[in-house]
């Protein structure tokens, strides 16, 4: 382990080195890209450190018990040693799972999109309900949104809501809560007190940049059409909403949110960047999933996931068969505690396959 350890430092060398130099502190996306990779070579580094110290305490030790001559030195070797051989193996485990090849996607910022399935006006509050229990989520993570675009419910919540987040391993993060969500609970408009299913659909696309997915101007028609949103006095009275149609694949994206309709090209041409870039994502998680049976990432984008039950207030999560009677504050943003145990399946997955490596 301690040769994989040294390799890793030459690189860390290697970008300290290079975070430092003019010209990459100019280059902007370099530099950050570059920044991003120290720190994480960092916290390799620092385990390296400590598997250095606990090693050498181990065989400083054993040195000390097979030379026997102090009786004190002894007893205090012998507590030492057990203290190093009970921290070491968890430490192993610790540097086996960083030294696995992190996914690139899982640094990009994404585009999520809510949708309202199966359930009428319940299921257009629940898409709202969603919509809110991850903007909270994104605000405590410190992370950024913005609204691309969005269709309102007659009784509330959205048929439709775009909106991308950015920060700092976002698509690394909220991965996990693509598919579909399920909501049991009595409606408002429900008369009986009946208890009725609704169901929202939620797709996070990885945001892809401009060299990563190239579109030809002459494969995309363009309309412009007057906004329905809010917006003040310049709506349903100017041309500022744009529609995009990628014809080869049928795909399409709009925007309606800025007043400005440069603005809202800009922001519907990364909306299709990124379901362009999903098209390809999902092809290569099919493969993926057919070599290891993931359960946390198959790419069926049409899969239950989750069910929000109120009058048990449990949410379940089906892939893990993880259940927690917390739903109030998970509905209000603290879905980090379901995220982790995602995160420890997928890890664990990955563990075994780099196994043999190791």
């Not at 030809?216 to 329905?228: E, M």
């Not at 359960?295 to 892939?319: C, E, L, M």
């Not at 068969?321 to 109030?328: F, I, K, R, S, W």
Request: net charge negative; aromatic share 6%.
């Amino acid at each position: 382990m301690l040769d994989k350890l040294n390799i890793v430092k030459q690189r860390f060398d290697e970008v300290s080195d290079l975070i430092i130099q003019p010209e990459i502190i100019t280059d902007q996306k370099r530099y950050i890209a570059l920044n991003k990779e120290y720190k994480d070579l960092r916290l390799l580094m620092d385990k390296r450190d400590r598997y250095i110290t606990l090693s050498g305490n181990i065989s400083e030790a054993e040195e000390i018990i097979s030379d026997g001559s102090d009786p004190e030195m002894v007893e205090m070797a012998k507590l030492q040693l057990d203290e190093a051989k009970e921290a070491l193996p968890v430490l192993e485990e610790e540097i086996k799972l960083l030294l696995i090849p992190k996914d690139p996607e899982d640094a990009k910022d994404v585009v999520m999109e809510i949708r309202a399935g199966t359930g009428g006006d319940e299921a257009s509050i629940f898409a709202g309900d969603l919509y809110r229990m991850y903007a909270k989520y994104c605000e405590s993570k410190g992370w950024r949104t913005n609204i691309i675009d969005l269709s309102e419910g007659t009784s509330g919540g959205y048929k439709e809501i775009q909106f991308e987040v950015s920060g700092e391993d976002v698509y690394g993060t909220l991965k996990f809560e693509a598919g579909v969500h399920r909501v049991q609970r009595v409606p408002q408009t429900e008369t009986q007190g009946r208890v009725h299913t609704s169901a929202a659909t939620v797709m996070v696309l990885p945001e892809a940049e401009d060299f990563e997915v190239h579109i030809d101007p002459k494969d995309v028609r363009i309309d412009y059409f007057c906004s329905s949103g809010p917006g003040g006095q310049s709506v349903n009275t100017t041309y500022s909403a744009v529609r995009l149609t990628h014809l080869p694949t049928g795909l399409v994206a709009q925007c309606q949110d800025e007043k400005s309709q440069h603005k809202n090209k800009d922001k519907a041409f990364k909306v299709l960047r990124s379901r362009l870039y999903d098209l390809e994502l999902a092809k290569k998680q099919e493969e993926d999933a057919a070599k290891r049976s993931s359960q946390v990432s198959s790419g069926d984008r049409s899969a239950k996931i989750r069910t929000y039950n109120y009058p048990q207030g449990r949410v379940t999560d089906h892939r893990i068969g993880l259940t927690l009677y917390d739903l109030q504050n998970i509905i209000n943003g603290d879905i980090q505690k379901i995220i982790d145990e995602l995160m420890l399946v997928e890890n664990t997955e990955k563990l075994k396959m780099a196994s043999e490596t190791f």
